[in-house]
């Protein structure tokens, strides 16, 4: 008979065989499950910058992993290859231990769920991670964060970090781009920035014409400001049109700029263009001393001592060792 599948606010109702509005969840003895228990799409060594993480071990390496499916679908998807391609489609399998090994033999101190929408195979990923915890290292997601609280629950339970891909802010936008709610992506920011010791940062991808008007990025810079907190990073991101968006055109850097000096007179002190040439170093909010320079995804700690400013000793927020 089939099964309702409850990972995530879609809440399929997935027949024998079949499979839900990820491609990957399907209905196996009258329960819903990942088709295919620990398939992975893609293994690599990134900068934890790439996430990505300004304030979460600067210059630390992250064993990256990805899968298959999502359970969004968003217009532009820049990884539609793997997100939108069912379990069926090859890949590799690698146990949670293999994984660690790799991690401590190519010295990674964290794991990164990432590519695909780790939510819909979380499973494998709470495995992984709570033995990846056991073994001393940290554990990240980068997300949509499109999941039920419930999920949410025990799915964080040993994830240190997260990178949560805020798409807009308006349930029109997120209906009409993604075929998805906006409501439950804030519920899941909230529980997150409520977790003791968790790490949270933002991206949002500035799309021209579509979530880029001025009263949008203020509604969602206020709602930031007032949920999580002014010193919450935050990463603005330039769009390049690609699968069923090519008719999109890349964001100027003059929306960038504009949208980083709107955050900035909100009060959000961590501002971060991403896919642009403009600087992307960390700065004191009190004294505008640079803490941290980055070019690319090469960073340098110059401002910095321990988690204070070296200039005027503000505490500067984030995991720094």
């Not at 040993?158 to 936008?173: C, H, T």
């Not at 640079?290 to 321990?306: A, S, V």
Request: glycine content about 8%; proline content about 6%; some cysteine.
């Amino acid at each position: 008979m089939s099964a309702r599948c409850t990972i995530c606010p879609r809440n399929c109702l997935i027949e024998p065989g079949k499979f839900g509005a990820c491609g990957v969840r399907t209905c196996l003895n009258d329960s819903v499950t990942h088709a295919d228990y620990g398939l992975l799409s893609a293994i690599h060594i990134d900068p934890i910058e790439k996430k990505p993480l300004n304030h979460y071990l600067p210059g630390a390496s992250a064993l990256s992993l990805g899968s298959f499916g999502c359970n969004l679908m968003c217009r532009g998807c820049q990884n539609y290859e793997i997100s939108r391609a069912s379990c069926q489609c090859g890949g590799f399998k690698l146990s949670p231990e293999k994984i660690i090994h790799t991690a401590k033999t190519h010295q990674c101190p964290i794991i990164a769920y990432t590519y695909n929408e780790p939510i819909i195979w979380a499973e494998f990923v709470c495995e992984t991670a709570h033995e990846a915890k056991l073994a001393g290292l940290k554990n990240i997601m980068v997300t949509a964060g499109y999941a039920t609280l419930d999920t949410a629950k025990w799915l964080f339970s040993d994830i240190d970090g997260a990178n949560v891909d805020l798409k807009g802010f308006s349930e029109d936008f997120y209906k009409s781009w993604a075929n998805g709610k906006l409501q439950p992506v804030l519920e899941i920011l909230e529980y997150l920035h409520s977790i003791p010791d968790f790490w949270l940062e933002i991206t949002t991808l500035l799309i021209p014409g579509i979530n880029d008007d001025t009263q949008m990025l203020k509604q969602e810079f206020e709602w930031l400001a007032a949920h999580l907190g002014t010193e919450i990073p935050v990463h603005l991101s330039a769009f390049h049109p690609d699968y069923k968006a090519l008719d999109i055109p890349c964001t100027p850097v003059q929306t960038i700029q504009k949208a980083r000096q709107l955050a900035q007179d909100i009060g959000l002190k961590f501002i971060y263009p991403g896919n642009v040439r403009l600087s992307a170093d960390t700065c004191c909010p009190n004294c505008a001393n640079t803490l941290i320079r980055r070019q690319g995804f090469h960073i340098e700690i110059t401002g910095m001592n321990h988690q204070r400013c070296a200039s005027c000793g503000q505490i500067i927020p984030g995991v720094f060792a």
